[in-house]
């Protein structure tokens, strides 16, 4: 014998809209969350976040208020790392000089 019944499931649909200007998915791009305030993001707001170097596939993203806000850390973030990378270029001439004067006793 063959019954049939009817089943209908269920679905939560979830819309994400942008935190900034409110709009959704934009040319089949979705909203992204920032990296830094956790806000929903479109398309027009986002930015690739430049604290990451190597994104990989899946590069992380920030919104536009969170990089305007961003850019005078960033700008002290760079002359540290500057500052930084003489230091680590005069240890590495160190080493390597030191292992030469050994390499030349031995």
């Known amino acids: 014998m063959r019954t049939e019944r009817k089943v209908t499931k ?3 649909v979830v819309n994400v809209v942008c935190d900034i200007c409110g709009k959704g998915e ?3 791009i979705p909203c992204r969350r920032c990296e830094i305030c956790g806000r929903d993001i479109c398309f027009h707001h986002q930015i690739e976040d430049p604290r990451v170097m190597d994104w990989g596939d899946y590069p992380d993203y920030i919104c536009t208020e969170c990089y305007v806000i961003g850019k005078p850390y960033m700008e002290k973030i760079r002359e540290e790392e500057k500052r930084s990378e003489g230091v680590i270029d005069k240890l590495e001439k160190q ?3 030191a292992a030469l004067g050994n390499a030349q006793k031995g």
């Open 10 to 12: 269920l679905e939560t």
């Open 95 to 97: 080493w390597e000089e």
């Open 26 to 28: 934009i040319s089949g």
